[in-house]
């Protein structure tokens, strides 16, 4: 292979990841925005949305960068435009944390068992993550504790969606991009 078509090679990857990511980041922002159920409960009410499905699934497929980037920016995003303004910095630190590690731990590892792991690791940095932020927000460390339900509902739907279909979309996305 000549340098040239090295280069050219090289380009089509880096412009397919940066599609892949910019996808996946548009995906997340619509499940959060549109693909939710707003809890009447506690203080701080909150959202429990399919935002994180998208998350996972490019995380797991694409990598730790893909599901940093497009869930981070995604879903705080979602904070901008939706009038949660307030949460997106805390949004952005936890959501891309979330997905990064999800792809640092389930990326190239095809076993479903990394991906329950992954899916695990995430949900307890949500937890600690929006902790924190509402710690923070509200200016107490009790009123967070509310929100820990909720959190565990919408990480668990979301995992459980994600593995259903994990396996036959690894397979489909390894035939697109090899």
């Known amino acids: 292979m000549t340098t040239k078509a090295s280069h050219i ?7 397919t990841i940066l599609v892949i990511t910019a996808v996946f980041t548009a995906l997340t922002y619509v499940f959060t925005a549109f693909v939710n159920i707003r809890l009447p409960i506690a203080a701080n009410g909150g959202l429990v949305h399919l935002g994180n499905v ?4 490019g995380a797991i497929i ?8 497009s869930g981070g920016i995604g879903m705080a995003l979602f904070d901008l435009l939706s009038g949660w303004t307030v949460w997106a910095p805390f949004t952005l630190i936890t959501v891309a944390a979330m997905g990064y590690a999800v792809g640092a ?3 190239d590892r095809p076993k479903l068992r990394y991906s329950v792991l992954a899916i695990l690791a995430a949900l307890v940095i949500k937890i600690i993550g929006y902790y924190i932020a509402e710690a923070v927000i509200y200016q107490n460390l009790i009123v967070p504790v509310a ?3 909720g959190n565990i509902v919408q990480v668990g739907v979301a995992g459980l969606i994600t593995l ?8 489909a996305a390894d035939s697109i991009i090899r």
């Not at 998208?54 to 699934?57: A, E, K, M, W, Y």
């Not at 259903?164 to 397979?171: D, N, S, T, W």
């Open 9 to 15: 090679d090289n380009q089509r990857a880096r412009l």
């Open 54 to 57: 998208p998350l996972f699934i």
């Open 62 to 69: 694409f990598g730790k960068r893909v599901g940093a980037i």
């Open 105 to 107: 731990i389930a990326h």
């Open 147 to 149: 929100s820990i339900p």
């Open 164 to 171: 259903a279909v994990i396996v036959p979309l690894r397979k």
